[in-house]
């Protein structure tokens, strides 16, 4: 029994606990939705109303649970029927466990809510009729009066067996398929209990390990080492969350590659071919399966669920209660309908991959997991295996002897190389004069003019103003990134190098280094133009130009510091995540930079490399456009270009709404296209929303961003908007303010 529970067969479904306060409860299945909340959304199916539950348990096409006022029992099936499916004889007995097998029922007497949790158990079966309908009725098959004297905590079902952990210690199962479990002489006490059709497996409370019995094939091979809180079993086999960190393990007839990765979860149920779970985070519910084609049919509901189940009694050592001032809903004090009650959870100590611990678990929190990307001590280096500074420090100092050798033995080679590099920008400058002169609208001329290893293009005046770049010295921007380390490599791509550098005067830029290939096709005539064009583009949504420097053959550009790096080193690269209030203004302020580019600089710019590599963040998360293409197309060219430009920032819509790669190796499809657009298209964009974010209570919003990416992302070139388009619809959604 948990705050989430499957129905397993032909008729499977799941349902779980709301994070209401009210423990009202929420079901779906194959594309539906049912809940027993007073104000059901337009997915759900209304003639089915669930009462409130403190637990749930799932059997072969019907699911049980413990009714939150009284403790009675109440079992029901997906089809609509709100007939309870517990006979008369039990309808009015108080419960304090109850497990759901493949046709029968077993629950342990005592009210739910006492502090007493243990009581002799009561079995009813479910019978399947002709028409395929359930039905109850009274069971002899289940009565064992060795039995039905014990005291019992706890009780799981499978195909004709059941089993409970008894008060004193120990494991008993009866039924007519018991004997083939092979249970008999356990003396183990168990923090948890699950049972397959033809199998049992315990988590023993000494060691915290597994161990199983029954039908091998449904838990083979059972994890070794392993310490697990809780697990849940499918058919034929088993998801267990970590102790360590709260991930999720399966084994048995389960592919694991489809498991989250880099996400705890509270709580998790099986069905058949799906396994879905309560995530730690947010408590937004997620599903992994062993066949990628049921991904599409299990959309779960965007509503949050209860992490636990609520108990009278005190949490014990090693647990936390858990808060619900967490959610950030003020009007929500606590998950339980009974002010009496709290919930329980398990201590983690470790963090998923990409993660470190940065505070420890307390009698009312979990520990608290942050990126590794701000690990800032000794404490954190050796789990998110960074290397210290000294360390970093050392490997660039062997890195510069061997260069240093290298250097020594070409040194013959280089010094030709150098002597053709200074006479170069002498014989260039005397046949490029002219387009200095046409050049001074942005570049002019100080006394660095005189300066003996002064290059080709002029250099610029000291003072920076709008259309004006600065000129540097070499030696100032190597200082500055000092000697173009390794350490100070922002990035790289097909022009070269960018380094962060901090100038004497305390600012903090960006400089782009040119790499060989680059200065070797680019004249100099033509990386004139293109400084033309850069230091002419002043937007708050462009990365812009500062400065250039282009001495001893080098090639740099200055730009604009964006501390807060690239969106895509945010949305994949394990940068701290963010939250959909951002994510829609860094979406509407980078539409605003590829816009301006498109209508307002003259001649238009077309970025043709449009992606969340491109968009950086500036200090208070602005979103600012990098890398756009200097060469302005033919008018031919224009407007099919800038499609082109629509069409990948539609990607890249994608990507901040999903939180998926725009081409992805380990998921099908690969193409985030071919993955979210038929979903969208038949109305299942919540199926492709991020949820390792925390959803707001009202995801209206998200789902039109869904629309305006299906919009951009369209074939046909003539049937996707302009950037001045998309921009305005995002506008309007940040506008509306309804995400936070």
Known sequence: MGPIAAAFGDSGFFCAIDASGKQAVICWAQNTTTTSSSTPSSNQNPSLQIPPMAGLAGGDGFLCGILSNTSQAYCWTSNGSSTNLVPPPFVTTAYSNIAAGKNHVCAVRGSYYSASNSGSVDCWEIVRKSDNRLSSKQSTLFYNPNVSTLALTNVVSGDGFSCGGVREGGLVCWGPNSTALGVSGISDNFVALASGLSSLCGISQISRQVKCWGNASSFLPVPVGTRFVSMAAGAKHYCGIREDDHGVECWGSFNSSSI????????????????????????????????????????????????????????????????????????????????????????????SEGLFPSSSCTANADRVCTACSLCQNSSCLDVCKLQSPAEIEQKHDRQLQRLVLILVSSVLGLTLIVIAWCLLPHIVSRKNI??????????????????????????????LSLGVAQVFRLSELKDATNGFKEFNELGRGSYGFVYKAVLADGRQVAVKRANAATIIHTNNRDFEMELEILCNVRHSHIVNLLGYCAEMGERLLVYEFMPHGTLHDHLHGGLSPLNWSLRLKIAMQAARGLEYLHNEVAPPIVHRDVKSSNILLDGEFGARIADFGLLTPNDRDLHREMKEDVYNFGIVLLEILSGRKTYDRDSTPQSIVDWALPLIINSKAAAIVDRYVALPRNFEPLLRLAEIAELAVRENPSERPTMSDVAASLEQLVKDGLVS
């Open 260 to 351: 989250p990765k880099g996400s705890g979860f509270f709580a998790i149920a099986s069905s058949h071919f799906v396994t879905c779970g309560i995530r730690e985070v947010d408590l937004v519910l997620d599903c992994w399966f062993t066949n990628s084609s049921l991904q599409h049919d299990y959309d779960p509901p965007l509503q949050l669920c209860s992490p636990g189940l609520c108990i009278p009694q005190s949490c014990g050592i090693g647990e936390f209660t858990f808060n619900a001032s967490i959610l950030n809903e003020p009007d929500l004090a606590t998950l339980c309908v009974r002010k009496d009650v709290k919930i329980c959870l398990p201590c983690a100590f470790n963090c």
């Open 434 to 463: 002219e387009g200095k002169k046409q050049f001074a609208s942005c570049i002019g001329k100080d006394d660095l003019e005189k300066d003996a290893i002064a290059d080709a293009i002029p250099p610029l005046p000291s003072t």
